[in-house]
């Protein structure tokens, strides 16, 4: 994956149009495959509940874009279980193979329309660019909040940097989310082959209260012990 300075020239109208079109191809697909379960006399309902989903998102992007202070909007939002939707929506409008590993709940500080516009941005790029091998993501804790690792068996960046979308917009949205919720990016090759993206979102309220109310009780029970 690679960016350039061309990135910030992306027009806001463009990358919206991106986003809604992967959505719609979603949309679609879903569509067909409750056809076809119709037809053979199966219970459809499944999917009718994932196809709601997907236009309940589009809504919500429709919200999102028009408040201009989308950045400000931050909360609590469980980490684990959007990397897990943003799987399964890649999922259903392409024959990839992603793997979500965490034991959840995990929760950051972040946009969660963002941060699942970004996830699902980088692991059909990851499948895009893994020659068919299974997308790997990884959800768990760190020292500053939560880590989210999204690695491929592709070719890796090589000599020339890190690559990128066929379009570059994906990979905009992905800078975009990160600049506009304070999260931190990393991309470096993977040993053995592939190359690995590392996203660091920052601690949620509930997790920061519970630090700082575990490290009181510590201090507290150090003071009685002495």
């Known amino acids: 994956m690679h960016w350039n300075d061309d990135d910030h020239a992306v027009e806001p109208l463009a990358l919206l149009a991106h986003e809604v079109m992967r959505r719609l191809a979603a949309v679609r697909v879903l569509t067909e495959a409750i056809q076809l379960t119709a037809g053979r006399g199966d219970d459809p309902r499944p999917l009718a509940e994932r196809l709601a989903g997907e236009v309940g998102d589009l809504e919500q992007l429709g919200r999102h874009v028009l408040d201009a202070h989308r950045q400000e909007r931050r909360d609590d939002a469980d980490v684990l279980?959007?990397?897990?939707?943003?799987?399964?929506?890649?999922?259903?409008?392409?024959?990839?193979?992603?793997?979500?590993?965490?034991?959840?709940?995990?929760?950051?500080?972040?946009?969660?329309?963002?941060?699942?516009?970004?996830?699902?941005?980088?692991?059909?790029?990851?499948?895009?660019?893994?020659?068919?091998?299974?997308?790997?993501?990884?959800?768990?804790?760190?020292?500053?909040?939560?880590?989210?690792?999204?690695?491929?068996?592709?070719?890796?960046?090589?000599?020339?940097?890190?690559r990128r979308d066929g379009n570059g917009l994906g990979l905009a949205l992905v800078r975009r989310f990160v600049e506009e919720t304070g999260s931190g990016m990393l991309t470096a090759s993977r040993a053995g082959g592939g190359t690995v993206v590392r996203l660091e979102l920052p601690a949620a309220g509930r997790q920061a209260v519970g630090s700082r109310a575990n490290a009181l009780a510590t201090a507290e029970s150090e003071r009685e012990a002495g």
Do not use: C, F, Y
């Open 81 to 162: 279980a959007i990397a897990a939707q943003a799987a399964e929506t890649v999922r259903a409008g392409a024959p990839a193979v992603v793997r979500v590993e965490g034991a959840g709940p995990l929760w950051a500080r972040t946009n969660a329309v963002l941060l699942r516009q970004a996830l699902e941005n980088l692991i059909e790029n990851a499948h895009r660019h893994g020659g068919g091998t299974p997308v790997e993501v990884v959800v768990r804790r760190s020292s500053g909040g939560v880590e989210v690792l999204v690695m491929d068996r592709g070719p890796g960046m090589g000599k020339a940097g890190l």
